[in-house]
């Protein structure tokens, strides 16, 4: 699966932002909830391998959802994360972490697609589980970008978080208990290569336009919609993009305008 080279690619982009930075830096808060980079990447570290034994040893998954909802349960998620991946932090985690995911991305390469695999939520497809992986790691990464004041150098592998977002158009709905207040809006969205990517029908007053990566932020809830150049048309379209949610769980609010930016911006 490419989608399994593009998980890869984009970790190594945000394994690289931390490489070599100080245990003092690895522990400061980040403005995604006061995450650290220690948080964001035992996070991920932990749901890959969620993943990953999900696809290789089912019953082990089941085994570690419950021991994971016991933990949590007990003393929160982000204690739950980082007891369940041994208390590793910065440089010993970073090193588990990409260890553990480049194995995985050789591993997940060579599975067919439409095999299903358990979730925390529904089975999914290995191509959507994969691609879950790395919008979470695209999305949380963001968290670190800014952290450093740094922007990301963004590529068309950003095409599966659009697509995710595109497919969650009617989740974004249903986790809200509401009816879709219409057809999904118009997309004409420029790729980081210049590529134009459109999606959904064209009712001459519902549209969104701009750069593929600013949807995938709003949909992924890494920014407001107006901290970015999206051209939002209509009335559909901007109850939309003022509700996206691209990822499971329960219904959340996108962040105000300029809570999420890069340090210094």
């Not at 009617?170 to 986790?175: C, D, K, L, P, Q």
């Not at 750069?211 to 150049?229: G, L």
């Not at 939002?232 to 959340?252: H, L």
């Amino acid at each position: 699966m490419q989608q399994a080279k593009d998980f890869r690619e984009e970790s190594d982009a945000l394994a690289a932002v931390l490489e070599g930075r100080s245990d003092a830096q690895w522990s400061r808060p980040t403005l995604f909830k006061d995450w650290t980079a220690n948080d964001v990447i035992r996070h991920l570290h932990f749901w890959n391998r969620g993943a990953d034994l999900a696809l290789t040893d089912p019953d082990g998954f089941q085994d570690l959802r419950r021991r994971f909802g016991e933990k949590a349960a007990a003393s929160g998620h982000r204690a739950a994360e980082a007891s369940m991946v041994g208390g590793l932090g910065g440089q010993a985690l970073l090193d588990g972490w990409r260890g553990f995911y480049r194995e995985m991305a050789e591993r997940w390469a060579e599975v067919d697609p439409r095999r299903r695999v358990a979730w925390v939520g529904p089975d999914m497809s290995a191509r959507s589980s994969i691609t879950a992986r790395l919008m979470e790691t695209w999305s949380h990464g963001q968290a670190v970008f800014d952290l450093f004041g740094l922007a990301r150098e963004e590529h068309d592998r950003i095409r599966n978080v659009v697509v995710l977002g595109v497919n969650t158009w009617g989740w974004t709905w249903a986790v809200r208990e509401r009816e879709p207040p219409g057809p999904m809006p118009h997309l004409r969205l420029t790729a980081p290569s210049g590529a134009v990517w459109e999606y959904g029908e064209d009712d001459g007053e519902n549209r969104i336009e701009g750069p593929a990566a600013a949807f995938a932020q709003v949909v992924a809830q890494t920014r407001n919609v107006a901290d970015t150049d999206l051209r939002v048309t209509g009335p559909v379209a901007a109850e939309w993009m003022a509700n996206a949610q691209c990822f499971a769980g329960p219904p959340e609010a996108p962040p105000p305008p300029g809570a999420r930016h890069a340090a210094g911006a």
